[in-house]
């Protein structure tokens, strides 16, 4: 399970897979997930599917 990180120095929040942010500042645990906006569950389930297609095969890693 991947965990959603936010970083609140920016408005709005950054939300990010990593755990570093981009300005450098360590992010936070977001939750609970409601808060999190669509496009970053999007984002999410558009690369689990890609990694499901490269495991299936179909898709080359780049
Ligand atoms: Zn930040």
């Given at each position: 399970?991947?965990?959603?990180?936010?970083?609140?120095?920016?408005?709005?929040?950054?939300?990010?897979?990593?755990?570093?942010?981009?300005?450098?500042?360590?992010?936070?645990?977001?939750?609970?997930?409601?808060?999190?906006?669509?496009?970053?569950?999007?984002?999410?389930r558009r690369k689990e599917k890609e990694e499901d297609r490269i495991n299936?095969?179909?898709l080359?890693p780049m």
């Open positions: 399970m991947v965990l959603i990180q936010v970083c609140k120095l920016h408005v709005p929040w950054i939300y990010t897979f990593n755990h570093v942010c981009e300005c450098g500042k360590k992010t936070l645990l977001a939750r609970p997930p409601k808060y999190v906006p669509d496009d970053v569950y999007r984002e999410y299936s095969g179909i080359q």
